[in-house]
């Protein structure tokens, strides 16, 4: 089986085939990481751009060392360092980097759509490392792949996600993945972290945490996204950590072998304790590490190869 698309773009637009391959491929290359050299040839001669204009820890580290494990040549650009700040225009960066025989540009951007407006625009694979608030689907896979190693299955679960869900891209292909395979989706966030006309999306809304958590398969927690909120959507973080912060005797509420999950960085004491996040029930980690094998799948199956 291969990947029948140029890019990387939503999970919205993917249909639950092509999430199995990158899944099944991803679980191939998990090995690799166990390794005492972890490389493969597979990438060997391609070059994989990093062109980050948001801070990034997890994503950008974690696709650069999916494309050296894959030996690819690896490049990363940031806002500062990029001619941007001269006043060369976004197409044009790109352009640029794509005519020095860039393979794959991997794009996180402050702006909705801008993955998407250069994929139009290059030959090159793109793909999309979160724009604004609208995806982030190479962290929605590496969360799909989590929720399937630990519970054998991603049908029929009930999953609660928490947090700032209006602003929260990873909330959004999440959401997107989890509903092609039937997952009992629960949403619980104060009224104005949550988008409009949000019950046509197919979920449940709760407004009190204690409530949505019975019965709870998957808890995942979402970073107050601060920097794109500005102010009044709820009165301080100790109050947001009182009402919607998941605690040890939250935990209790949900069923014994939740998974507790989020996508960094974590607000310590704000949307988690310490005690949780560090728990047996986390699985936080093994998100990170899937994040690797993820993305060299999305590499590899994106330069042709196949799932055998």
Known sequence: ????????????????????LILQTAESFKEVSKREIKKVPALRGKTVVNLFFEPS???????ELAGKRLSADVINVSASGSSTIKGETLLDTARNIEAMSADFIIVRHASSGVPHFLARSLQSAVINAGDGANEHPSQGLLDLLTIKENKGTLEGLKVVIVGD??????AHSDIHGLKKYGADIHLV???????????????????????ALKDADVIMLLRLQLERQGTGYFPTL??????????R???????PEALVMHPGPINRGVEVTSEVADGLSS????????????RMALLFLLSGGKHV
């Open 249 to 255: 005797r939250r935990l209790a509420l949900a069923h």
């Open 238 to 247: 100790r109050e947001y950590s009182q009402l919607y912060g998941l605690n």
């Open 57 to 63: 820890t997890r994503t950008r580290s974690s696709f």
């Open 1 to 20: 089986m291969e990947l029948k698309r140029k890019d990387i773009l939503n999970l919205s637009c993917m249909d639950r085939e092509e999430i199995d």
């Open 189 to 211: 966030a104060p009224p104005t972290l949550l988008p409009a006309a949000i019950e046509q999306w197919g979920v449940t809304v709760h407004y009190h945490l204690d409530e």
């Open 165 to 170: 869900i209006l602003h929260g891209r990873v």
């Open 283 to 294: 699985v936080i980690l093994q998100q990170v590490a899937n994040g690797v094998a993820v």
